[in-house]
Structure formats: C-alpha cells, structure tokens
Nanobody, 121 residues
C-alpha cells in the first residue's frame, strides 16, 4: 500500500502564489509519472500538469507559464508551484502518482486526498 498526503492549499488573492506538495510513502520501489489534477464542482477533473521519471513535464494550456511541476525523487515528493493565480484556478487539486509497488513490482495509480485552492479578493 502507498499513501499520498497533500498540503499547501488555501485562500489567496488574485495574482498571488501557492505551492502544493504531495508526499508518497509506503511500499514504493520506484515512482514513474507524477501528476496534478484539479476539479471544480460540476466540472470534470482536468489534468493540470505532470512530470515523468526523466524530468520532462507538460501543462494545461491555461496554466502554462504560471504553474510549474517539480519533483524531489529522494523524498518521493511532487510539487506544484502556482504563480499569478486567477479566480478561475479555484478548485480542489489532487495529486496522482504512478508507483511500482515493492511487494509485487506491479504499477498502480494512487490519488491524494485533495486540497482546496481558492483565489479570491
């Protein structure tokens, strides 16, 4: 079993910044892609950005140039740095991690519990 714990959400004014963190722990042999999604009530969950095991990343068009996904492999942690936040960035943000489980060497997807980001004046 693998657990993901997210932190860093909150209320911020338009133009402000937040950094989300997601720490994976448990039966981890290796971690492949690490992703951030977000979901607003009444809308589908959308992929915000991801980073693969080689460090390559990509982003939702609406956040390019403002958001950055990074990872610390030694700490099994993925970050989402969000700058120049806009009200339309308001959502619950979820991390998603592909983990090769050390108990059976199979790859599983795990989700964090979600953290609320609210951008409002």
């Amino acid at each position: 079993q693998v657990q993901l714990v997210e932190s860093g959400g909150g209320l911020v004014q338009p133009g402000g910044s937040l950094r989300l963190s997601c720490v994976a722990s448990g039966m981890i042999f290796s971690i492949n892609a690490m992703r951030w999604y977000r979901q607003d009530p009444g809308k589908e969950r959308e992929l915000v950005g991801y980073i693969d095991s080689l460090g390559s990343s990509d982003y939702l068009d609406s956040v390019k140039g403002r958001f950055t996904v990074s990872r610390d492999s030694a700490k099994n942690t993925v970050y989402l740095q969000m700058n120049s936040l806009k009200p339309e960035d308001t959502a619950v943000y979820y991390c998603n991690v592909e983990v090769m489980d050390s108990s059976d060497y199979r790859t599983y997807n795990y989700w964090g519990q979600g953290t609320q980001v609210t951008v409002s004046s």
